[in-house]
């Protein structure tokens, strides 16, 4: 893999830790609020996601943007994942996000064009290394804001 790809993949994979709380319904409502989406993914209330906890948290989102339940996550349902959960489309433009169908280009190994949950899975291990900057196997709420916005935006031209 090629050195901005791998780092295109690992910023997909921030991706995943910034949205797995969507994936709970009893977030929806707070789903645009970064506390509330990390003490979801914090289950032990410790204040920093485990590897599992974060591993946790992508198994959820994954399954909860498989709609038809095929082990697949398409760009569309991605997609209709987020406007369920947000009740909005995502406003990728505005914000300089990338779209669904390019983070999942970005990990998608095989070249299909959809997610697998190994490829998924793959990816959130990446990142997990790559935002625990302090190196204490676990990340902090700050890590995590930190590393979205370093990875999760579209790179410059």
């Known amino acids: 893999m090629r050195s901005s790809k791998l780092s295109r993949f690992a910023g997909f994979a921030l991706g995943i830790a910034g949205v797995c709380a969507f994936a709970l319904p009893s977030v929806a409502a707070a789903a645009d609020n970064a506390d509330a989406r990390f003490e979801t993914m914090d289950a032990d209330g410790d204040g920093k996601i485990s590897p599992d906890e974060h591993t946790a948290a992508a ?10 339940k095929d082990g697949k996550v398409t760009a569309a349902e991605m997609d209709a994942s987020h406007q369920k959960l947000l009740g909005k489309k995502h406003a990728k433009s505005a914000k300089g996000e990338m779209s669904a169908a390019e983070k999942i280009k970005i990990i998608d190994t095989n070249g299909d064009g959809v997610l697998t949950q190994d490829e998924l899975s793959m990816a959130a291990m990446a990142m997990f290394e790559k935002m625990d900057t302090d190196q204490d196997s676990f990340l902090t709420k700050s890590e995590i804001q930190a590393g979205h916005e370093k990875y999760m935006r579209k790179p410059a031209k």
């Open 59 to 68: 198994t959820r989102m994954f399954d909860t943007m498989d709609a038809n």
